[in-house]
């Protein structure tokens, strides 16, 4: 069954440096995702990409972020500068139209 | 805004005994609605998930939920727990968009299984 796929599986980070978040979502998808799990709280809505372009995005999503599908296959979460409160797990995620929403095992973030 | 209440934070049943975990959503139009299941340190399974049709949803893992529009519910169930069922379990709403399908998430019911 296809996967999306998410490296790394963990990543530690100082504050203020910069970190990518790598997907390799599903080939035939058109629809990429990134979600947010802060722990012990509930998986938020970051932003959504199509058509090489972001089509939604959140409030958590500032200019920190930013979200880019380099090569036709990979699809990255880069954050600027990191903060203690980035700390989380990231999860990816792509779609068709409608049907096979699938999310990646997750990247955990943690900012030291 | 669209919203997925999960009033149960968390529920312990016994190995062998009958689930339910309920859902609450508030959105205006017709909803896609899912179950995840996430075991500690791990990603999101997708247990079953409702676009239309038959309100009845068949899932893996022996789960069942039923989409109830009138009491705007779609509540997950099984009719006997296995200890491997404990995990966290969120209900989650699609909502479309010009750029495919936002998922709105619950806060999600942790259930602990006693042997």
């Known amino acids: 069954e296809p996967e999306v796929t998410q490296t790394p599986s963990h990543q530690v980070t100082q504050m203020g440096q910069e970190v990518i978040l790598r997907c390799v979502p599903i080939?035939?998808?058109?629809?990429f995702y990134w979600y947010r799990q802060i722990l012990g709280q509930k998986v938020e809505f970051l932003v959504s990409?199509?058509?090489?372009?972001?089509?939604?995005k959140s409030e958590i999503f500032d200019d920190q972020f930013s979200v880019e599908r380099p090569d036709g296959s990979n699809f990255t979460l880069k954050i600027r500068s990191t903060k203690l409160e980035d700390s989380a797990m990231y999860f990816c995620?792509?779609?068709?139209?409608?049907?096979?929403?699938?999310f990646g095992s997750g990247t955990r973030l943690t900012v030291v | 805004a669209q919203s997925v209440t999960q009033p149960d934070i968390h529920i312990t049943v016994s190995e062998g005994a009958s689930l339910e975990l309920r859902c609450n959503y508030s959105?205006?139009?017709?909803?896609?609605l899912f179950w995840y299941v996430q075991s500690p340190g791990q990603g999101l399974q997708l247990l079953l998930k409702?676009?239309?049709?038959?309100?009845l949803v068949q899932g893996i893992k022996g789960f069942e939920a039923e989409f109830k529009r009138s009491q705007s519910s779609f509540n997950l169930r099984k009719p006997s727990v296995h200890w491997s069922d404990a995990a966290e379990y969120f209900c989650?709403?699609?909502?479309?968009?010009?750029?495919?399908?936002?998922?709105?998430f619950g806060t999600g019911t942790q259930l602990k299984v006693e042997l």
């Open positions: 995620a792509s779609s068709d139209s409608l049907y096979g929403y699938t």
């Open positions: 080939s035939n998808h058109l629809y």
């Open positions: 990409f199509y058509n090489n372009e972001i089509s939604e």
């Open positions: 959105y205006g139009a017709t909803p896609y």
């Open positions: 409702y676009f239309s049709g038959d309100t």
């Open positions: 989650a709403v699609a909502i479309r968009t010009g750029g495919g399908n936002k998922l709105t």
